[in-house]
């Protein structure tokens, strides 16, 4: 806890923090120490944006006096569907950061599952992103050879750009076995929304409400291969009956929540008036007067879409900006 933190806060009118990651409730509430420390550094903003909603949520364990639900939104092109080709395998694509947590191994456990049932030759698991470290490359690529699943998992490394693009047109599916402990509001999840490809993913931290409503997605325990393999072979003998209702639904619900224009007109229900900005959330706050100073902590130009509350219901800070 930083001195010139804490002096900060005293002197500032108000505070806002935005808890970026999630986690850091829970962690805090496991020791008596570790809260009364939180609690002088954390303890009763005026306001707590919350990228994720959690079962044990920031602004309960730090007492905020009003709190809202802030995802991120993401920007992704209209997308035409690349046509398969006849008896091309089908295609389950994982983007993001290669390391243990966002389930990586668990997507090779998977590939073996799909192989022993006979599926091998029939859908193909394609991983995208910068490998976390060598040493986490290495572990990965050892257990590929291990199960002999080098025809089914194509570790493709990092795209970029309209290479990346790219990838999501040529994919059926976006597979997503995270069990990252600070996981929030994936954006690759809504990027995928946006690409028109339903989702297998886990039911994991912010990844729930974040797929709330979804027709098309998968929400499966942790670290089960087994139960992974069983929905890529269901969305795998459905996809010649199904694939387009399944892309309309995924378009739809990026469309209608996760769209940059979304946060401007959306009101979901029982979640009160929409707010049409970051600052108009900061100027709901009665604290916030046009020449007052603020605490900002962890502000990340994440934008709200449901209106300020108290406390009452449902982490990982940053510097003060």
């Known amino acids: 806890m930083s001195p010139t933190f804490v002096g900060v806060r005293k002197k500032a009118v108000g505070t806002v923090f935005i808890f970026h990651a999630s986690g850091l409730a829970e962690w805090v509430s496991k020791s008596g120490l570790r809260r009364w420390l939180a609690l002088k550094a954390y303890g009763q903003a005026d306001f707590a944006l919350e990228v994720a909603v959690e079962s044990i949520a920031p602004h309960d364990v730090f007492r905020s006096d009003a709190w809202e639900w802030c995802p991120c939104a993401a920007e992704v092109p209209f997308m035409e569907r690349v046509a398969p080709e006849r008896g091309r395998r089908l295609e389950a694509l994982f983007v993001g950061s290669l390391q243990e947590g966002k389930g990586i191994l668990e997507i090779v456990k998977t590939a073996a599952v799909l192989q022993e049932r006979g599926y091998g030759d029939r859908i193909r698991l394609k991983v995208v992103g910068r490998w976390f470290s060598d040493e986490f490359r290495q572990e990965t ?19 970029t750009g309209e290479a990346k693009w790219q990838a999501y047109r040529e994919a059926d599916i976006f597979f997503f076995p995270s069990h990252y402990r600070s996981e929030a509001s994936p954006i690759v999840l809504m990027e995928a929304l946006g690409a028109g490809l339903p989702v ?3 039911n994991w931290r912010g990844i729930p409400t974040l797929m709330e409503g979804c027709e098309s997605g998968w929400l499966l325990p942790t670290r089960s291969p087994e ?12 996809r010649k009956r199904f694939s387009r209702l399944l892309r309309e639904a995924s378009r739809r619900l990026y469309e209608g929540r996760y769209q940059s224009g979304a946060f401007h007109r959306q009101d979901r229900a029982g979640a009160g008036s929409p707010l049409a900005s970051p600052s108009r959330c900061i100027e709901g706050c009665s604290v916030f007067g046009a ?19 108290r406390r009452g219901g449902l982490g990982g800070s940053g510097d003060i900006v």
């Open 141 to 159: 690529e050892r257990l590929v050879k291990a199960l002999g699943v080098g025809d089914t998992v194509l570790l493709a490394g990092e795209l």
């Open 200 to 202: 297998v993913t886990t």
């Open 227 to 238: 139960r992974y393999a069983d929905a890529l072979i269901e969305i795998e003998g459905r």
């Open 291 to 309: 020449r007052k100073r603020t605490c900002v902590a962890g502000l990340a130009g994440f934008q709200p879409i449901r209106g300020a509350r």
